[in-house]
């Protein structure tokens, strides 16, 4: 561009200097311009005159829909509003007729509802303030515990600061300091105690609060789930009406639509028409301005061939130009017809209105930017051309005019290729138009929905009660996190007793450190004291002897020899005793020192053992910490899993009561056996009493046979004598004794056939018995099985009703946070067309100001030709020269920017 522009500039300055023939063709070529100028502005003042026209009526047919939805809307909330008066009057009405069925009944009920809504407001209240009450009474005991440890410490360390003192100067600390230890110690078990009670009381009370707590929140949850549905089936109803609206809000716009753009496309038809016919009389005017420049070069140049190869080269130059462009917009038409074709009907139809105006917004962003990628390649190549024009050509006095008939041939084939994309927009209407069809479709889809919708609320009563039966499980997971939170309470306070009591110590070791040290301050006082006591003794007993000796020297040498060496003895002796007196001193202060040493040992020792106990506690909170976090994992694992849970409880329930149908029909057929077998073990135990009657009668016949023959041995042992006489007696008695042995054998044999046969028949007996007995064990398992069966589905129904509850209270809260952001979601919504609008008003305005902005430049172009025309003449007017030099400057920086 800056190689254009200083080749502009200097066929700028050639021009003012070329014949005045040269300047008549340019005033011709600057009319011409005008012209062409002045007709374009009317094009561009058209079609912002249109675009403004239409963007005033989509808006106030936008305003008009939304006030008119908005009214509807309005209307329908209040109609909802009456609906909701009237189901709640029936369903109160019928409430009390189902439970009473009399009119002094109902007011009975509604007093009882009021009264049962203000109990549990008074019941919550009152919880609350249970728990604000413990919580100030467990605080109070805390700080009364606080202050009288406080208190404790203070008198402690006066009474030890008092006892050193004391001990010190009588020498009995070792007894009343142990004495002392122990009644502290004494002292701080009691406190404890009484702390560790009280925490009891407090849990305990707080254990009482918390549970019955829970119970109340599950009934309120209850009628909460209730209210819920309602709202639901309410909420299913308002949106079937707004999207009725919806449907005639969209037939009436595109209908209105319809109409605008057909009228805008019969401009936009007529104008692409005039724009055609212009850019072929400029290819024709082109055509031959270039011949007849050619000729007269001619004229000049010697070389026929040249002119011949120079016009040959101008006329493919701007030609091709145009047979690109409209092989280009052959193209284009082809794409357009082609994604047209692609566009099959039945896809559309099966989109939404939001899928729609997405899916046509898409394409014509696609279509923008093929369009501007074209155009942007065209120009390249028409500029790669153009200097290969020029650099051939080399002549300055047609620089001028082929910038200007580039800038019209570059403007003409862009507002052609865009009326292009326009009517190419319009042969989608016909596509805007079928979307009535669609539309029948989506009703359809809208009452198939509205069936479903019907389906989903049937089934959302039947998980109502699967919600309840998971309920229990949910509640025993919660049961788990309030024992974990109780026991974190605990922990906690731990951890701060422990802290407290590490406090103590230090406060403890830090008064220790402070007795020793003025402990060992005072030894050394008292040990520097007595050495200085010890030396002025020492001093004063030397100056008493020397000045005695002085004295009695002047007597007898023999006295003052005895005196001296009575002096002499006495000082050792002196000197003696105080080196006893301190090393025994040093002693005792070697020894107290060992013992505060041992004690400050002792105290660092249980000072550490507290800390490595505070540093367990805390790794078993942050385990405990872990063990919760996993838990609540876990139960959101539990939730996810409860309601697969659900589902496969109802069909193991449906299983489980079919197999128990089918156990309690063979229980019963098993009942049937059982009867006919007691029926026939009683017919077989009759039998068998009567072959029993009928043995027993064979046995006592045996019996007296056997009496018979024991009589008739003794008479013939009595009768030895007559036996002779009676031996034919005796052997018509031995043969009658045969006949009845062997009568007795037979009967023997037929006894023992009875007897095999009763004893087969006991065992027969004995084997029923044993199998009744079997049956009987089975049928009591069975029926115990059943019952114990019974309980467990009891047991888990319950549990799992629940677990529902819980659920159910969880989705409560889920679906007012739920509420909660679609409120500030469709708040947000309203802000950004808020915003939108206010961005498509301020585009209005800038598109209003760049249109006012083009038109001043246009202007200041046909100043500057006009003013270049004279440009010799005002040769004269320096400022003038300037003047146009900066609007020349001006005008070249504005046309190197769009390129």
Same mark, same amino acid.
């Given at each position: 561009?800056e190689?254009?522009n200083?080749? $502009?500039e200097?066929?700028?300055?050639?021009s003012?200097q070329?014949? *005045? *023939?040269?300047?008549?063709?340019?005033?011709?070529?600057?009319?011409?311009l005008?012209?062409?100028?002045?007709?374009?502005?009317?094009?561009?003042?058209r079609?912002t005159?249109?675009?403004?026209?239409?963007d005033?009526?989509?808006k106030?047919?936008?305003?008009?829909?939304?006030?008119?939805?908005?009214?509807?809307?309005?209307q329908k909330e209040?109609? $909802?509003?009456g609906?909701?008066?009237?189901?709640?009057?029936?369903? $109160?009405?019928?409430?009390?007729?189902?439970?009473?069925?009399?009119?002094?009944?109902?007011?009975e009920?509604?007093?009882?509802?009021?009264r049962?809504?203000?109990?549990?407001?008074?019941a919550?209240?009152?919880h609350?303030?249970?728990?604000?009450?413990?919580?100030?009474?467990?605080?109070?005991?805390r700080? &009364?515990?606080?202050?009288?440890?406080?208190?404790?410490? &203070?008198?402690?360390?006066?009474?030890?600061?008092?006892?050193?003192?004391?001990?010190s100067?009588?020498g009995l600390?070792?007894i009343?300091?142990?004495?002392?230890?122990?009644r502290?110690?004494?002292m701080?078990?009691?406190?404890?105690?009484?702390?560790?009670t009280?925490?009891?009381?407090?849990k305990?009370a707080?254990?009482?609060?918390?549970l019955?707590?829970?119970?109340?929140q599950?009934?309120?949850?209850e009628?909460e789930?209730?209210?819920?549905?309602?709202?639901?089936?309410m909420?299913?109803?308002?949106?079937?009406?707004?999207?009725e609206?919806?449907?005639?809000?969209?037939?009436?716009i595109?209908?209105?639509?319809?109409?605008?753009?057909?009228?805008?496309?019969?401009?936009?038809?007529?104008?692409?028409e005039?724009?055609?016919?212009?850019?072929?009389?400029?290819?024709?005017?082109?055509?031959g301005?270039? @011949?007849s420049?050619?000729?007269?070069?001619?004229?000049?140049?010697s070389?026929?061939?040249?002119?011949?190869?120079?016009?040959?080269?101008v006329?493919?130059?701007?030609?091709?130009?145009?047979?690109?462009?409209?092989?280009e917009?052959?193209?284009?038409d082809?794409?357009?017809?082609s994604k047209?074709?692609n566009?099959?009907?039945?896809?559309?139809?099966?989109?939404?209105?939001?899928?729609?105006?997405?899916?046509?917004?898409?394409?014509? =962003?696609?279509?923008?930017?093929?369009?501007?990628?074209?155009v942007?390649?065209?120009t390249?190549?028409?500029?790669?051309?153009?200097?290969?024009y020029?650099?051939e050509?080399g002549?300055?006095?047609?620089?001028?005019?082929d910038?200007?008939?580039?800038?019209?041939?570059?403007?003409?084939?862009?507002?052609?290729?865009?009326?292009?994309? %326009?009517?190419?927009?319009?042969?989608?209407?016909?596509?805007?138009?079928s979307?009535?069809?669609?539309?029948?479709?989506?009703? *359809?889809?809208?009452?198939?929905?509205?069936?479903?919708?019907?389906?989903?609320?049937?089934?959302?009563?039947?998980?109502?009660?699967?919600?309840?039966r +998971?309920s229990?499980q949910?509640?025993?997971?919660?049961?788990?996190?309030?024992?974990?939170?109780?026991?974190?309470?605990?922990?906690?306070?731990? @951890?701060?007793?422990l802290k407290?009591?590490?406090?103590?110590?230090?406060?403890?070791?830090?008064?220790?450190?402070d007795?020793?040290?003025?402990?060992?301050?005072?030894?050394?006082?008292?040990?520097?004291?007595i050495?200085?006591?010890?030396?002025?003794e020492?001093?004063?007993m030397?100056?008493?002897?020397e000045?005695?000796?002085n004295?009695?020297s002047?007597?007898a &040498?023999?006295?003052s020899?005895? %005196?001296i060496? *009575?002096?002499?003895?006495?000082?050792?002796?002196? &000197?003696?005793?105080?080196?006893?007196?301190?090393?025994?001193?040093?002693?005792?202060?070697?020894?107290?020192?060992?013992?505060?040493?041992?004690?400050?040992?002792?105290?660092n020792?249980?000072?550490?053992?507290?800390?490595k106990?505070?540093l367990e506690?805390e790794?078993?909170?942050?385990?405990?910490?872990?063990?919760?976090?996993?838990l609540?994992?876990?139960i959101l694992?539990h939730?996810?899993?409860k309601?697969?849970?659900?589902q496969?409880?109802?069909?193991?329930?449906?299983?489980?009561?079919?197999?128990?149908?089918s156990?309690?029909?063979?229980?019963?057929?098993?009942?049937?056996?059982?009867?006919?077998?007691?029926?026939?073990?009683?017919?077989?135990?009759?039998e068998?009493?009567a072959?029993?009657?009928?043995?027993?009668?064979?046995l006592?016949? #045996?019996e007296?046979?056997?009496?018979?023959?024991?009589?008739?041995?003794k008479?013939?042992? #009595?009768?030895k004598?007559d036996?002779?006489? #009676?031996n034919?007696?005796?052997?018509?008695?031995?043969?009658?004794l045969?006949?009845?042995?062997?009568?007795?054998?037979?009967?023997l044999?037929?006894?023992?056939?009875k007897?095999?046969?009763?004893?087969?028949?006991?065992?027969?007996?004995?084997?029923?018995?044993?199998?009744?007995?079997? !049956?009987?064990?089975l049928?009591?398992?069975l029926?115990?099985?059943? =019952?114990d069966?019974?309980?467990?589905?009891?047991?888990d129904?319950s549990?799992?009703?629940?677990?529902?509850?819980?659920?159910?209270?969880?989705s409560? +809260?889920?679906i007012?946070?739920?509420?909660?952001?679609?409120?500030?979601?469709? +708040?947000?919504?309203?802000?950004?067309?808020?915003?939108?609008?206010?961005?498509?008003?301020?585009?209005a305005?800038?598109?209003?100001?760049g249109?006012?902005?083009?038109?001043?430049?246009?202007?200041?172009?046909?100043?500057?030709?006009?003013l270049?025309?004279?440009?010799p003449?005002?040769?004269?007017?320096?400022?003038i020269i300037? !003047?146009?030099?900066l609007?020349?400057?001006?005008?070249n920086g504005?046309?190197?920017?769009?390129?």
């Amino acid at each position: 561009m800056e190689v254009v522009n200083t080749r $502009v500039e200097a066929s700028c300055d050639n021009s003012m200097q070329t014949n *005045d *023939d040269v300047r008549e063709s340019e005033n011709l070529d600057v009319e011409i311009l005008a012209d062409w100028d002045s007709y374009w502005q009317d094009i561009n003042d058209r079609l912002t005159v249109s675009r403004m026209v239409s963007d005033s009526v989509i808006k106030g047919m936008v305003t008009a829909v939304t006030e008119e939805a908005a009214e509807n809307i309005a209307q329908k909330e209040l109609e $909802v509003a009456g609906l909701k008066e009237m189901l709640h009057v029936y369903r $109160v009405a019928m409430d009390e007729k189902e439970t009473v069925g009399s009119l002094a009944m109902e007011h009975e009920s509604k007093g009882a509802t009021e009264r049962v809504r203000c109990s549990f407001s008074e019941a919550v209240t009152e919880h609350d303030r249970m728990k604000k009450n413990l919580g100030s009474l467990r605080n109070a005991g805390r700080e &009364q515990l606080m202050k009288l440890k406080k208190e404790i410490n &203070q008198i402690r360390e006066c009474s030890s600061i008092k006892r050193i003192g004391s001990n010190s100067e009588l020498g009995l600390g070792g007894i009343l300091h142990e004495n002392s230890s122990e009644r502290w110690y004494d002292m701080d078990k009691t406190l404890d105690s009484l702390k560790t009670t009280l925490e009891t009381v407090y849990k305990g009370a707080e254990d009482l609060v918390h549970l019955s707590k829970t119970s109340l929140q599950e009934w309120k949850q209850e009628q909460e789930f209730q209210a819920e549905i309602e709202a639901l089936v309410m909420g299913n109803c308002i949106r079937s009406l707004e999207q009725e609206f919806e449907e005639t809000l969209w037939d009436r716009i595109s209908g209105d639509k319809g109409i605008i753009w057909y009228g805008r496309m019969k401009e936009f038809s007529s104008i692409r028409e005039a724009l055609d016919v212009i850019s072929k009389s400029l290819c024709i005017s082109e055509a031959g301005h270039l @011949i007849s420049h050619g000729s007269l070069e001619g004229e000049a140049w010697s070389n026929g061939k040249m002119n011949d190869t120079f016009h040959h080269r101008v006329l493919s130059n701007h030609v091709t130009p145009s047979h690109s462009i409209s092989e280009e917009n052959g193209k284009l038409d082809e794409l357009q017809a082609s994604k047209s074709e692609n566009s099959v009907p039945g896809r559309l139809k099966h989109m939404s209105k939001d899928e729609l105006v997405v899916y046509y917004n898409n394409e014509m =962003t696609t279509m923008k930017r093929n369009h501007e990628s074209k155009v942007q390649e065209m120009t390249e190549d028409y500029f790669s051309l153009k200097r290969e024009y020029l650099k051939e050509k080399g002549s300055s006095s047609l620089l001028k005019k082929d910038k200007e008939f580039d800038m019209l041939r570059k403007k003409i084939p862009e507002v052609i290729l865009k009326l292009d994309g %326009i009517l190419a927009a319009n042969e989608k209407l016909p596509v805007i138009s079928s979307n009535a069809e669609s539309l029948s479709s989506l009703k *359809d889809r809208m009452e198939i929905i509205l069936a479903e919708n019907r389906q989903l609320r049937e089934s959302l009563t039947d998980k109502k009660k699967e919600v309840k039966r +998971l309920s229990r499980q949910v509640s025993d997971a919660v049961e788990r996190m309030g024992k974990h939170s109780l026991s974190e309470a605990k922990l906690l306070n731990t @951890i701060r007793f422990l802290k407290s009591a590490i406090e103590d110590l230090h406060i403890e070791a830090s008064i220790g450190s402070d007795v020793f040290t003025c402990l060992l301050n005072e030894i050394t006082d008292e040990m520097k004291c007595i050495v200085e006591g010890s030396l002025v003794e020492y001093n004063v007993m030397r100056e008493l002897y020397e000045s005695v000796i002085n004295e009695v020297s002047h007597n007898a &040498q023999h006295t003052s020899q005895c %005196i001296i060496e *009575d002096s002499d003895v006495q000082p050792i002796i002196m &000197q003696g005793l105080s080196e006893v007196i301190f090393r025994e001193s040093w002693k005792e202060a070697k020894d107290k020192l060992s013992m505060l040493n041992m004690k400050y040992i002792d105290e660092n020792e249980v000072r550490v053992s507290l800390e490595k106990k505070v540093l367990e506690t805390e790794k078993t909170l942050e385990t405990e910490v872990a063990e919760t976090e996993r838990l609540k994992l876990e139960i959101l694992a539990h939730v996810d899993e409860k309601e697969k849970l659900a589902q496969d409880a109802a069909t193991a329930l449906q299983s489980e009561k079919e197999r128990f149908q089918s156990a309690t029909e063979e229980l019963e057929y098993l009942r049937l056996q059982i009867c006919q077998q007691q029926t026939l073990i009683s017919k077989s135990s009759n039998e068998s009493d009567a072959m029993k009657g009928d043995l027993a009668a064979a046995l006592k016949e #045996l019996e007296l046979y056997k009496v018979d023959i024991c009589k008739l041995n003794k008479e013939l042992e #009595l009768n030895k004598v007559d036996i002779c006489k #009676l031996n034919k007696e005796l052997e018509l008695a031995s043969e009658e004794l045969r006949e009845a042995n062997e009568e007795r054998s037979t009967l023997l044999a037929v006894t023992q056939e009875k007897q095999n046969a009763m004893s087969l028949r006991e065992a027969n007996d004995m084997e029923v018995r044993k199998q009744m007995e079997s !049956i009987a064990i089975l049928v009591n398992g069975l029926s115990k099985a059943a =019952t114990d069966f019974e309980h467990k589905v009891i047991a888990d129904i319950s549990k799992i009703y629940l677990r529902l509850k819980n659920v159910s209270s969880q989705s409560r +809260l889920l679906i007012q946070k739920a509420n909660i952001l679609r409120r500030t979601g469709l +708040l947000y919504k309203q802000r950004l067309d808020r915003r939108c609008s206010d961005l498509q008003k301020a585009e209005a305005e800038v598109d209003l100001l760049g249109d006012e902005v083009d038109t001043l430049l246009s202007l200041l172009e046909k100043i500057y030709i006009a003013l270049d025309h004279y440009s010799p003449i005002l040769q004269h007017y320096p400022g003038i020269i300037e !003047i146009l030099k900066l609007v020349k400057r001006e005008l070249n920086g504005e046309s190197a920017r769009p390129v």
